[in-house]
């Protein structure tokens, strides 16, 4: 016991020369010196709008990963298939759902347009082809864990696949029993402790990159998984509409910061390792959802 | 790589009749079935409730973890400390903290009464004399974790110590830069994704066994850090009582499922690997946050 503590507090000891050696920065310190060049702007036509009464939430789609589904959402944005659904579920602590409360009965379901009424799941895609920046950190749930396409990401290099991880603020679509039964007509987002157990059994489709807050906050519907008992209670959707059909003026502009990057390797360091005056005992880790994905308004 | 896939094939055929043998069933399933002595009712001297306007949240405290702000928290209620306070801050995907908005302007600030005005940081314990009931599953933030006294803990064998881990629900004492400056007259309640590199760094109080949703669907502060701008936009509290004070008839009776249980290792191996018709890929693996610790109405 005692060599233990005696190892223990040498390494400390040679530790804390080069950490005391550089000051530390907080995360929007770190930020406010980053070039322009570590942003980057969504691309219109991967933007979704979701327009509520109380504002609009911004989500960034993952054609990357869910390349049939986003063509699906993007046919249905386009044909207005949203405009006048709901939020028509809220569980605590886990999902707000949109979409078509009426999508399982035939009767009453809206029409599809042209959209495609059956997809291939895409609970995962071929690691090959996709830009990974690996997340040290242990995880349990992945044998690797990073960020692609600046989504968090699980990673099995056995199997040569990768998938997105459902953190705080992820798109997925919302299916039946079968795994190819969703289309992205009715999607859900998290809104709790990350429920990575739906990694690889759920296809996600993008990120909530801004007015996550609108859905978070809503009521919990009181029935079974958070659907509200009256149709009252749920929260009217305008529209959903893609940023590339909106005109430039009433676009968001908003800016990523890429995850290959410098900046984006010290704002996670920063945040494993909090050594400002607050943090008594620095964490010395991170999770792949605790990751903050910086997202800022563009500058003019 | 043959030879990898091949053993974890031969794993996997040594596994599955096991498991095979074994009707899966859902967590409700195992609840429903559990015998009553897996069940324990929160002392009533232990249990704070907190009353909004739109009901009650109940909280069980953790004098295991943290005696003397307990012991503090008590004698704050029995004061009527928090009657007509509010809840002043909602920050997004991380806390909703309550108490005296104006605690830090002494000519403002509400009278503690008899209780204590310094107390010392409770940031872990000896792990010793402590039931603690291992989760083998990995994680990234503690040497080991599981539960003890029905919180979620971390543990570390070398130190000794253990402590509460920020799972959704935990309430903690916030403070100052000084790790002995929380008093339990400020309290947060975690109301997103885990923030774990808060273990150890600050002194964690108990966890809501009811009524989250009455603070987790609160409007979000608009100011830095999620405090609202407005003393209007603040959600007033009528009261903060111990169970204990509370008629008999006016209490809320709940039990709590005992985590040395076989119902509790089933609840979680349930969780673990979800075996039903809709999970297609049983995760095997389960992090401490997303372990749910079951409450139920005490039966009449």
Not at 47 to 65: H, K, N, Q
Not at 126 to 132: H, P, R, S, V
């Amino acid at each position: 016991m005692r060599t233990v503590a005696l190892s223990a507090c040498l390494l400390l000891a040679l530790a804390m020369p080069a950490a005391a050696q550089t000051p530390y920065r907080s995360m929007q310190q770190i930020l406010d010196a980053s070039p322009a060049a570590d942003w980057r702007v969504p691309a219109a036509a991967d933007t979704l709008y979701l327009e509520l009464d109380a504002g609009r939430v911004v989500i960034e789609l993952a054609p990357g990963f869910a390349p049939r589904h986003v063509d699906n959402i993007r046919t249905l944005a386009r044909g207005g298939f949203w405009n006048g659904t709901s939020i028509y579920r809220v569980q605590d602590n886990f999902v707000a759902q949109f979409g078509d409360a009426d999508a399982d009965d035939p009767a009453r379901a809206r029409d599809l347009g042209t959209a495609r009424r059956k997809l291939p799941a895409e609970f995962e895609r071929d690691a090959e082809g996709i830009a990974f920046d690996v997340l040290p950190d242990a995880d349990g749930w992945a044998p690797q864990v990073g960020f692609a396409d600046g989504f968090a990401a699980g990673r099995d290099p056995q199997s040569g696949k990768a998938w997105m991880a459902h953190c705080y603020g992820v798109v997925g679509a919302g299916r039946n029993l079968e795994a190819d039964s969703s289309l992205g007509a009715e999607l859900y987002v998290v809104i709790g402790q990350s429920p990575r157990q739906l990694d690889r059994n759920i296809t996600q489709v993008g990120r909530v990159i801004q007015g996550i807050e609108l859905l978070s906050a809503l009521p919990r519907g009181p029935e079974p998984m958070g659907f509200y008992a009256e149709a009252a209670q749920r929260t009217p959707i305008r529209a959903v509409r893609l940023a590339s059909e909106v005109p430039e003026a009433e676009r968001t502009h908003l800016q990523l910061l890429r995850t290959g990057t410098r900046t984006f390797r010290d704002v996670v360091e920063a945040r494993r390792n909090r050594r400002d005056e607050f943090y008594k005992r620095p964490a010395g880790h991170i999770d792949l959802c605790n990751v903050p994905l910086p997202v800022r308004a563009a500058k003019d």
